[in-house]
């Protein structure tokens, strides 16, 4: 264990999936940065499912890495399998997920934290020392201060933690680890308002009491895509998972047992998250279903502990048991842990700025859980953006801002701060309104411009990705300036069941059609430019160049939009706004301006049930502060 | 984007005013006009305009106002051109053909305002004009005849939604390959949603009679008493009546309310072949008239393929009992029968309406109705022949877009709510 100093310029409380990133990030920024958690063994430890990425997931954690993040890549070292999932529908909804060895992630996190600038320290943070509404400390709870300039706070599910299984509850942040106490108070004391959210995670089963044989395995792809563009070589193994599903007997007994359910007992009063239902909730509400899939996922490499998917419950360890049980496969079946529920403090989002620093005390950011969110990838993407933004608050920089239209972490932030969350929050790829430009393909094009800005990835790296772009690019314009006949490209249409081309066209216009690919100029005399076939990277460049044209219609649309209202993300509405000036807002537009005072008529726009009408008049009295500001 | 308005009074007038403001309202005004001049500032000028096959149709006079020196403050073009509602809805078509967009109510001065061109105490009252805006669509569903556009709008707009939201599910959740059953059922969703979309255009014509009139238009053979029942219809002289064929030389129209429905009641010059020159002009004009009407009041008698739009008349009831096949029989001299007829127009002018559940009003309505159409249809294009589900996503959240504008906002939330509430999520 390093012993801390007296002072540094960034300590961030909390080392799960935010944490990490903020701490990593601030330090390779060149900020004296210290990471502060309850247990240094349990840093970057993943506490429920044994998998990074997913829809719309898979792309936040492609859009980290091209940021400097670390998930992606740490991922790539651990993958026990690796698929792209909705591969059956468009590009842009492709989401890359990897299995991973959760023992293997922690080991290899925190062995590159060790390796890193970052100092670490076991110990829990009680309150923040602020002076004049600015961050200058943290006390431990041995009462002990640590000087510093800017906090960021990542503590997750344990802020006065509560664990529900059926009637039994414990004060824990995770299972078997202690909560903590005492930050809550502390925020709310420097006028932070809290509220309390519900998450649950299902058993945990001992590997040797399942028929295995009795379950529907699921591999992975034979072409597997890392998470991280940095990752080379990737192949990666390819363990299975395998299906069991629930029954008739399974769902009566869970009925007769409801009332042995923390969460329909009324024990848990917190709303818990829709997208990721307890089972009881699932057989409750969806009665109809005769069966439920319940996918069993190995932890780690040989793993003899199983993780249960779809089979979250906060209902008695005996009735979970006993469920299970009625499952084909699952009869003989022993828990190494149960399921259970946990109710968690966290802070309204609304109360900071689309940095994420709070809007009340300069210097404290928060991120992760604690923002009412849900998911390792949304918590990365969340420390990330905090630690690089608290590096800028230091350094008085600009700070980085993505909008919606640049990555899901933009989306990310901009709900978060403008949305009233009552339930955990996790992203969708249709919360985008952009989805068909956020791909996970071009996370790269995307994002590459703010790297280099912020120099978050190393020269190398960054240039490896420009030659990429560049190459994506050109191919692009040879594409859409290259002419082809009919004669040259006929036989191949025939062939692919396309209907032939009458006259010379450009081959773009090809591509746009759904079914036919750059491969089928093969057989035409029509070669890619120099460079691309020869480049590491030219089966994405080829297959990014292809993505651009299909999409081009559309996407040049949505460009159109995005400038429309560019101007509207563009005013500024000054933070001392006194909104009880104009009579005319009606009075839930006024309340809600007030409680979350948005930082631009952009930002005004997107609060639910705020009325355009309101929009513009807020815009006529702008406009007329600042008529007067310029007399 | 330019924005265009008529702002005169709907309904037929001497003339009627259409504004438009924007940068690209001069270049707009080029197009109708087929003139290459750049207009001086705050000059009157005369023009004729052209429909988009090259047509000309009206004479017109523009003014035009650069920016800032306008009303709103932007380039602001004034057409004068007569007052009939049809050369006025042709012109706001030409100008959204041509890169406008219909304006918001009470947007001229919402603009004017906004540039500085109003003094600053007059907010309050700018701000009243805004408010009306958003209720807008609601305003428009309440007066409408047919009784609640936005409730209609809304059961499509709800459609459209769980339509959307069956899609979500399955790119956002159940990470399943592609059921055909999802693809079937949406495909039948959309099919239904496109028939009563379709028919919803279609019902601009017939229910912009409640705003603009019908046009029931008079025809027969010469001497067959058009002008009389004209002339009972309005119960005025305007008419001239004598016995010579083809007195009535062009079209003479009058507005008259028949059971609510107003409408223009035009007398047309009986169609024969003419070595009058000033006749055959009037014959021609009584062509296009026929093509255009709403409902025609024909003197004659049903022929083996009765017209669609057509009521077949007997006006000599008091001279004997007709000898052929009539819709109706009457006296126009000695008014027998006519407020049977009466209510006959009212009714068959109702009917033609009764296509659709959704009574568009507005060129507003008509254009977000037809960008719905637009987007349903390509939402089941892509659904039908490539499954880029993400691409149907894209144009349905388009079409709610669209319908948002004619009722009230939906919000992501809107659609995963639907998700959660009719799926079983998770795995």
Known sequence: MKRHKEKYDIVVVGGGHAGVEAALISANLGLDTLLISMDEKSIGRTSCNPAIGGLAKGQMVKEVDVLGGVMGFFADKCTLQSKTLNKSKGRSVWSPRSQID??????????????????????????????????????????TKIKCRSVVLTCGTFLNGLIHIGEKKINAGRYGEKRSEGITECLISLGFSAGRLKTGTPPRIKKNTVSWDLGDPGFGDSDPIPLSYR????????????????????????????????????????????????IEDKVYKFSKNPSHVLQLEPEWTNSDQIYVNGFSTSLSEEVQLKCLRTVSGLEKVEFIRPGYAIEYDFFFPS???????????????????????????????????????????????????????DAYMGVLVDDLILKDTNEPYRMF????????????????????????????????????????????????????????????????????????????????????????????????????PEGINNNINSKEIIFEAETIIKYSGYINRQKDEIDKIAVYENKIIPEDFNYDSIKSLSNESREKFKRIRPQTIGQAGRIDGIRPSDISILLVYLKRTFHVKQK | MSFVACSTPLGTGGIAVVRMSGKSSISVLKKITKSKR??????????????????????????????????????????????????????????????????????????????????????????????????????????????????????????????????????????????????????????????????????????????????????????????????????????????????????????????????????????????????????????????????????????????????????????????????????????????????????????TNSTSDIQITTTRQLNLMKDVLL?????????????????????????????????????????????FSSFCVGK
């Open chain 1, 102 to 143: 959760k023992l293997k992630y922690e080991t290899v996190v925190q062995e590159h934290l060790a390796s890193s600038k970052l100092n670490i320290f076991g110990g829990e943070v009680v309150s923040i020392d602020t002076k004049k509404n600015k961050v200058c400390g943290v006390l431990l709870k041995d009462k």
């Open chain 1, 231 to 278: 990752t080379k070589d990737f192949k990666p193994k390819d363990e299975p998972c395998f299906s069991f599903r629930t029954n008739k007997d399974t769902h009566s007994l869970i009925l007769e047992n409801l009332s042995s359910s923390a969460m329909y007992s009324g024990d848990v009063k917190s709303a818990g998250p829709r997208y990721c239902p307890s």
């Open chain 1, 351 to 405: 109360q900071l700025k689309n940095t994420l620093e709070s809007k009340a005390v300069d210097g404290l950011f928060l991120a992760g859980q604690i923002n009412g969110t849900s998911g390792y990838e949304e918590a990365s993407s969340q420390g990330l953006l905090a630690g690089i933004n608290s590096s800028m608050y230091i350094k008085n920089e600009n700070p980085l801002v993505l909008k919606r239209n």
């Open chain 1, 429 to 528: 790829t249709s919360r985008a309104e952009y989805r068909l430009q956020l791909r996970s393909s071009n996370a790269d094009q995307r994002l590459l411009k703010y790297s280099e800005d912020f120099k978050l990835l190393d020269k190398k790296t960054i240039d490896i990705l420009a030659e990429k772009i560049q190459k994506t690019n050109d191919l692009v314009s040879f594409l859409k300036n290259t002419s082809i006949k009919p004669e040259q490209i006929n036989k191949t249409l025939k062939k692919i069941k396309e209907s032939p081309i009458k006259e010379s066209l450009k081959v773009s216009s090809l591509i746009k059609r759904p079914t036919f690919f750059i491969k089928d100029l093969k057989k035409t005399n029509i070669g890619l």
């Open chain 2, 38 to 351: 750049v207009p001086k500032h705050s000059v009157a000028k005369k023009y004729t305009a052209y429909d988009s096959r090259g047509d000309s149709f009206d004479n017109i006079v523009v003014t035009t106002f650069f920016a800032p020196k306008s009303y709103t403050g932007e380039d602001l073009v004034e057409i004068s051109c007569h007052g009939n509602p049809v050369i006025v809805s042709k012109i706001l078509e030409l100008c959204c053909l041509y890169g406008c967009r219909i304006a918001d109510p009470g947007e001229f001065t919402k603009t004017a305002f906004l540039n500085g061109k109003m003094d600053i105490s007059e907010a309050e009252s700018v701000s009243d004009i805004i408010h009306a805006k958003s209720i807008d669509g609601v305003k428009l569903g309440a007066k409408n005849l047919s009784g609640g556009l936005s409730k209609k709008v809304k059961d499509v707009k709800t459609s459209v939604v769980s339509c959307l939201a069956a899609i979500e599910f399955n790119l956002d959740i159940s990470e399943e390959e592609l059921q055909p059953n999802l693809i079937k059922n949406s495909l039948d969703v959309l099919g239904d949603l496109v028939l009563k979309t379709k028919s919803a255009v279609k019902t601009f014509k017939s229910s912009s009679i409640f705003v603009s009139g019908a046009s029931v238009v008079i025809s027969g053979p010469p001497n067959a008493g058009k002008s009389t029942l004209f002339n009972t219809l309005v119960g005025t002289n305007r008419a001239i009546v004598t016995e010579i064929p083809g007195t009535t030389r062009d079209v003479v129209e009058k507005e008259i309310l028949v059971n609510t429905i107003p409408i223009n009641l035009k007398d047309t010059a009986g169609i024969r072949l003419s070595k009058d020159p000033v006749e055959s002009a009037g014959i021609e004009r009584s062509k296009e008239e026929l093509n255009t009407a709403d409902l025609v009041l024909c003197l004659e008698e049903k022929p083996k393929k009765p017209k669609k739009n057509y009521l077949y008349i007997y006006n000599k009831s008091d001279l004997g009992p007709p000898s052929g096949d009539f819709d109706i029989s009457i006296s126009a001299k000695k008014e027998k029968n006519i407020q049977k007829l009466i209510n006959m127009v009212s009714s068959t002018l109702l009917d």
């Open chain 2, 375 to 419: 987007s349903l249809q390509k939402a089941r294009v892509h659904l039908s022949t490539d499954f880029s589900l993400e691409l149907v996503a894209e144009e349905l959240s388009r079409a709610v877009s669209f319908l948002d504008m004619l009722t009230e906002k939906t919000t992501k939330d809107d659609v995963l709510n639907v998700v």
